[in-house]
């Protein structure tokens, strides 16, 4: 008889768990006899059979979800910290009972050397013991553990120590906030601006290329001598207006409020948006909570001083003004509205003489109004053209004599990492070049800007139904629109990687908007100092970017202007085009124009029937028959409803042709071997 193999004893592990049950539970197959004192029912979940000796070295899921691993860890760590404490008892005890000895038995050094000895060689052995009970060695699951966490403290170290930003004066609790916003290295514009500023609290007139960090350049200085302000004052003292900065657009000044409020969050100072586009109550409600800083629109910051606004009432509290995109509010449209402002700020000689003024922006060559010299005569600074227009804004502004200019602009004021291009065309094959260039050059995110509103407002209509289909509907920004629609469409714009925002120049100045590949410019800026600002939506932060102007025959002699203000001795690269693929860009477009006018046609009849209606229903007059027919309201007439069938004939050619690529459908183009097409361009064949 074969002998029987000795079975190793099994042990398992998990864990017992408690199972819900009805009350009749199991009453059709048992007897009632046998449910008699039942109190709960469990379970044995998450077990696991294993040899008795290898029992301790298993993983198991704890309550929490925790692994067993970690949970030997944390035993080992409790027993090697308690076997820590004894130590420390016993030596403590040890050396209480050594003087003892010494004095019952002077004459025995070699015993208290062995027993001296003899500890030490007792702690060495339970110090090894701990070591090798440490998490991270012996066992690799904790050795990734350990390496896991090493790595993860590697990652949350900053590029750079914080002595960096404490080298230019900035406290502590605003290098907190600038560490969480990942800022560990301060600009050059910064760096030059923060000491003077903060330590010397001298005026500063700033210019540097777009996206080189001008608003923190004034935003910590500011927050930093509010703080010491008010850590002079007495802390009883009644809060009051401190700062004011002032911005040509609303989203610009949304975007700076955002900026101080992340640096300043641990400094307590409190800030106010006030700009038009929203109820002037509300920004009543907020102005009485008594803010320290404000950032507000010139036009209606003027008219909460006119309406007398408590708040605003006494100016001459405020320590601190910030002018920001210089060029544009000395220009006509602002001017009359900043004039204002500052006449009242400068109505006490006093407080204007203590007050420290920040003004920036990307370039210095500002454009003042001939009615600003006629008012304020201007001493010429030299025969540099860059002194006299400083020497305007000093007097306009009235900063102090001691002035620091910190002047970091480049001569051709665009960022470094901008690669400029140019395409001429011709009025008609305008829209034809921008599909071209959003389909195959500027796939990434993308902004249009255009001189008209009426310009945006068309290109939206055409484009949408071009883009939409490809996951880039088109987003619109122009001052018509409403506040809080602007900015959504922004923030919108942002979260997609692959958008295109139609905008006028409303979004040109002082908006960061993170990773914009190219900016189109549709209609060729004005003048320079726009072309610069539009162009600096993209390349900001050191990074790269691609600017495209479109030139045609009226757009020349501008397009000439912006190449001799910005020093370029050679014209603009030329953006090469595939006439091929221009070919089916062209025939997409065409499409969608008409499907554009016919929708145009049917919005146009169904507003003048609307508006026909409610007058007849506001003057209690009821419509006959034949105005009904005419204007096609109850049974549509054959204008109405033919141009409708038209309008979804060609929205369903267009999604048809939308769903091809352009390539697939160009004549001798292999879309199954793609290796061929360049073959063929290299021997010189047509594709």
Not at 145 to 156: H, I, K, L
Not at 478 to 494: I, P, Y
Not at 535 to 552: I, N
Request: glycine content about 4%; hydrophobic content about 35%; charged content about 35%.
């Amino acid at each position: 008889m074969p002998k029987r193999k000795k079975l190793k004893k099994m042990t398992f592990e998990g864990e017992w768990k408690p199972v819900a049950y009805d009350q009749p539970f199991m009453l059709d197959s048992c007897e009632d006899f046998l449910l008699d004192g039942l109190v709960e029912i469990q379970e044995l979940t998450d077990y696991t059979f294993q040899p008795a000796s290898s029992a301790k070295k298993t993983s198991k899921k704890t309550k929490e979800g925790e692994t067993e691993v970690t949970r030997d860890v944390s035993k080992r760590k409790l027993k090697a910290e308690k076997r820590k404490e004894d130590r420390k008892a016993k030596r403590q005890k040890k050396k209480k009972a050594e003087p003892e000895e010494d004095e019952a038995q002077p004459d025995r050094p070699e015993e208290t050397a062995a027993n001296t000895n003899a500890i030490k060689d007792n702690g060495e052995k339970e110090q090894e013991e701990i070591e090798e009970e440490e998490p991270g060695t012996g066992d690799p699951r904790r050795e990734d553990e350990t390496q896991e966490t090493a790595r993860g403290s590697s990652d949350e170290r900053p590029e750079c120590e914080p002595s960096r930003w404490e080298q230019l004066e900035v406290s502590s609790v605003i290098v907190k906030a600038l560490k969480e916003m990942n800022f560990h290295n301060p600009t050059p514009i910064q760096e030059e601006c923060l000491p003077l500023a903060i330590r010397s609290r001298r005026d500063i007139i700033g210019a540097a290329e777009t996206g080189s960090g001008k608003t923190l350049a004034f935003g910590i200085p500011l927050l930093e001598n509010i703080m010491a302000d008010k850590a002079s004052e007495e802390a009883e003292s009644e809060t009051h207006l401190r700062a004011i900065i002032i911005t040509p657009t609303r989203e610009l000044a949304s975007q700076i409020k955002t900026h101080i409020d992340a640096v300043g969050k641990y400094t307590g100072i409190k800030t106010v948006l006030i700009v038009g586009g929203m109820f002037k109550e509300k920004q009543d409600r907020l102005l009485s909570r008594r803010p320290d800083i404000i950032i507000a629109t010139p036009g209606r910051l003027f008219d909460h001083m006119q309406t007398q606004t408590p708040y605003l009432a006494c100016l001459h509290t405020v320590r601190y003004l910030v002018i920001d995109e210089a060029d544009r509010m000395v220009e006509h449209g602002h001017f009359r509205e900043l004039t204002d402002i500052l006449e009242r700020l400068n109505a006490d000689e006093r407080a204007a003489a203590k007050r420290q003024t920040f003004v920036f922006s990307a370039t210095l060559q500002l454009d003042v109004d001939k009615s600003i010299q006629k008012r304020r005569p201007v001493e010429q600074a030299g025969s540099n053209e860059v002194k006299d227009r400083i020497g305007n804004i000093s007097s306009l502004l009235g900063l102090k004599s001691n002035a620091k200019v910190v002047d970091l602009s480049k001569p051709e004021a665009t960022a470094g990492g901008l690669s400029e291009h140019r395409l001429p065309c011709t009025l008609k094959n305008k829209d034809y070049l921008l599909y071209y260039l959003l389909m195959m050059e500027a796939t990434g995110r993308t902004l249009v800007f255009c001189n008209s509103l009426d310009c945006v407002r068309r290109l939206y209509g055409v484009f949408s139904y071009l883009l939409t289909e490809t996951g880039r509907s088109p987003l619109v920004l122009h001052a018509a629109m409403h506040q809080k629609q602007r900015l959504k469409n922004l923030e919108r714009f942002r979260e997609n990687p692959r958008g295109v925002l139609l905008a006028s120049d409303v979004a040109s100045r002082g908006l960061d908007i993170p990773d914009v590949q190219c900016v189109i410019h549709y209609q060729v800026p004005r003048n320079p100092d726009l072309y610069v600002h539009r162009s600096g939506r993209t390349a900001r932060a050191f990074k790269v970017g691609s600017s495209v102007m479109l030139v045609d025959p009226s757009d020349a002699a501008a397009a000439q202007k912006i190449q001799r203000a910005l020093h370029r001795e050679t014209d603009l690269p030329l953006v090469e085009v595939d006439s091929k693929i221009f070919r089916f860009a062209q025939e997409r477009v065409d499409l969608a124009r008409k499907i554009d006018q016919v929708e145009h046609a049917l919005r146009k009849e169904a507003s003048n029937d609307e508006w026909f209606i409610k007058a007849a229903e506001e003057s209690e007059m009821m419509l006959d028959e034949d105005d009904e027919k005419k204007m096609n309201i109850q049974t549509g007439g054959k204008t109405r409803k033919a141009q409708s069938k038209e309008s979804k004939a060609l929205k369903k050619q267009l999604k048809l042709i939308l769903s091809q690529p352009i390539k697939s459908r160009m004549p001798g183009f292999s879309a199954k071997y793609p290796s061929l097409n360049f073959t063929k361009q290299r021997m010189g064949l047509p594709i």
